[in-house]
C-alpha cells in the first residue's frame, strides 16, 4: 500500500526545511529584484511567466512519460495525488505494453486561464483551468506546488471537470488571487476538514454535502456494488491530509471557495466459499501484489475539488479523479 511520503518527498521537506532556515524568498517587482522574508511577506506564488512554464515543462514530461510508460520521465513534475495515480498508471502500462504506448496522443492544452494567489510562506502555489484535447470539452483543471526556492513546480492536482462548474475567482486590482487558510472558519466547513468529512459521508451520509455525481449517486453506486452474484464488496475510506495532500483553497467571487482534496479509500471484494473473485485485468494485475483467489483489496487515491460556501449551506462537490495505486490478493 502506498505512504503519505516517500523517500524522495522525504529529501524535498526536509531540503525545503533547511531552505526555509536560511534563505529568504526573492520577489520580481517592476523596479527589480527586492529581498524579502518569504515565511512572513504575503507575495503572489509566481509571476505568469514562471507559471506558463511551469505547465510547458510539465505537459512535455507528462506526453514522454504517457508514450513509453515510464514514470522517472515526468517524476520531477508530479506529486501528492497525481503524482501517485499518475506513477501507478505508468507502471501498470508499462508492465501490459514494455514497448510504451501505442495508443499514445500527445495531451495539447488551449484556452489556459493561469490564477495565481498571493499568500505568506510554503508551499506557493496556482491553479490552471485549461480545454484539453482529450475527454470532450472537459476542462483540465491542475495545482501546480513547489515547497521551496530550489524546488521544481509540481503539479499535485489534476480534475476534469464540466467547463460550466468552473467558479469565478476572487482577484485584486493587479489580478492576483485571495488564498484562503485550511484552517478558515468563515467557509461551511473549513477545507483542513473536507477530506475527513468526506471519507466520514461516503461511509454514513449526513447534510454537509450537496447530492450529485460524486456523493449521493456514488454512494448509490457503492451499494449496489457491495453485493452481487457470488461477490461481496466493501470499502474503506482515510483522509489524506498532510504534506503534499494538504487542500489547498481559492476565494471565489460569491466570498466562499473552491478547495482541493484528498482522500484514499480501499475496495476488497470477497468471493462466496467455493468460488473465486473473477479477474480484474490486466493493468489491476500488474499492481497487486500475491495471488487472487478469495480476496482482492485494492487502494485508490482520490483528489477532489468542492465549491465550500461562506457561512453555511451544503459543500459541492465538482469533481473527483482518481487512480489504483495498488493492491493485495489473498
Not at 527586492?34 to 510539465?58: D, N
Not at 490564477?115 to 491553479?127: N, Q
Request: a neutral charge; one cysteine or more.
Amino acid at each position: 500500500m502506498s505512504r503519505e511520503r516517500g523517500p524522495r518527498r522525504l529529501r524535498r521537506l526536509d531540503r525545503s526545511a533547511l531552505i526555509a532556515a536560511s534563505l529568504t524568498a526573492l520577489s520580481l517587482t517592476a523596479s527589480g529584484c527586492v529581498v524579502v522574508h518569504g515565511e512572513r511577506e504575503i507575495l503572489p506564488s509566481a509571476t505568469k511567466a514562471e507559471a506558463t512554464k511551469a505547465l510547458e515543462e510539465f505537459t512535455s514530461a507528462y506526453n514522454k512519460a504517457d508514450k513509453a510508460y515510464d514514470s522517472s520521465l515526468d517524476a520531477d513534475y508530479v506529486t501528492g495525488a497525481l503524482g501517485d495515480i499518475d506513477g501507478a498508471r505508468l507502471k501498470a502500462g508499462k508492465a501490459v505494453s514494455p514497448g510504451g504506448n501505442a495508443a499514445h496522443t500527445p495531451l495539447k492544452l488551449s484556452d489556459t486561464k493561469i490564477t495565481i494567489p498571493k499568500k505568506a510562506g510554503w508551499p506557493r502555489w496556482f491553479v490552471v483551468d485549461a480545454a484539453g484535447n482529450k475527454f470532450g470539452s472537459a476542462r483540465w483543471v491542475f495545482v501546480f506546488t513547489r515547497s521551496g526556492l530550489d524546488e521544481p513546480w509540481e503539479a499535485a492536482y489534476l480534475t476534469l471537470v464540466a467547463p460550466g462548474d468552473m467558479p469565478k475567482f476572487k482577484t485584486d486590482k493587479d489580478g492576483w488571487a485571495e488564498a484562503v487558510p485550511a484552517n478558515s472558519t468563515e467557509l461551511a466547513v473549513p477545507p483542513s476538514d473536507l477530506s475527513k468529512q468526506y471519507a466520514g459521508y461516503l461511509k454514513e451520509g449526513g447534510d454537509v454535502f450537496a447530492d450529485g455525481r460524486h456523493t449521493s449517486e456514488w454512494r448509490a453506486d457503492r451499494t449496489k456494488a457491495a453485493k452481487r452474484p457470488g461477490l461481496v464488496s466493501q470499502f474503506i475510506d482515510e483522509p489524506l491530509t498532510s504534506g503534499d495532500y494538504a487542500p489547498l483553497a481559492l476565494r471565489t467571487t460569491d466570498g466562499g471557495a473552491l478547495v482541493f482534496f484528498t482522500t484514499r479509500y480501499y475496495e476488497k471484494r470477497t468471493a462466496y466459499a467455493g468460488t473465486s473473485v473473477p479477474s480484474p485485468g490486466k493493468g489491476v494485475e500488474a499492481l497487486t501484489e500475491g495471488e487472487v483467489k478469495q480476496s482482492l483489496t485494492m487502494e485508490i487515491i482520490s483528489n477532489e475539488m468542492a465549491l465550500d460556501p461562506k457561512g453555511s449551506g451544503k459543500v459541492e462537490v465538482i469533481g473527483r479523479t482518481q487512480g489504483l495505486t495498488s493492491a493485495k490478493g489473498e
